[in-house]
Nanobody, 124 residues
Framework: QVQLVESGGGLVQAGDSLRLSCTASGRTFSTLTMGWFRQISGKEREFVAAIRWSGATTYYSDSVKGRFTISRDNAKNTVYLQMSSLKPEDTAIYYC?????????????????WGQGTQVTVSS
């Protein structure tokens, strides 16, 4: 079992930056592939970014590529999402997710563990 707790959400203005954190417990963090997803009101939860266990390989959705950076600190059991040049369309609840194995899937169905979500609101 893995417990995930996100933090760092908030209200920012367009063009600002924000860093989300997700701390895991309950299982060896370094064996987990970690992902960030987001859910805009009224829409399906969508993939944002993923990072493999070593941190050497990362994946991004086209909508955030070049603006967001996913990273992890295995010593702190924490994964981060650094968000820059934020846009109003980035407004969503952001969820941290974890899956066993090294495959960094973009499918939410592949992730077995989820955090409670943190709200990010970007005003224009």
């Amino acid at each position: 079992q893995v417990q995930l707790v996100e933090s760092g959400g908030g209200l920012v203005q367009a063009g600002d930056s924000l860093r989300l954190s997700c701390t895991a417990s309950g299982r060896t963090f370094s064996t987990l592939t970690m992902g960030w997803f987001r859910q805009i009101s009224g829409k399906e939860r969508e993939f944002v970014a993923a990072i493999r266990w070593s941190g050497a390989t990362t994946y991004y959705s086209d909508s955030v590529k070049g603006r967001f950076t996913i990273s992890r600190d295995n010593a702190k059991n924490t994964v981060y999402l650094q968000m820059s040049s934020l846009k109003p369309e980035d407004t969503a609840i952001y969820y941290c997710a974890a899956r066993s194995g090294s495959f960094a899937s973009t499918r939410k169905s592949e992730y077995g563990y989820w955090g409670q979500g943190t709200q990010v609101t970007v005003s224009s």
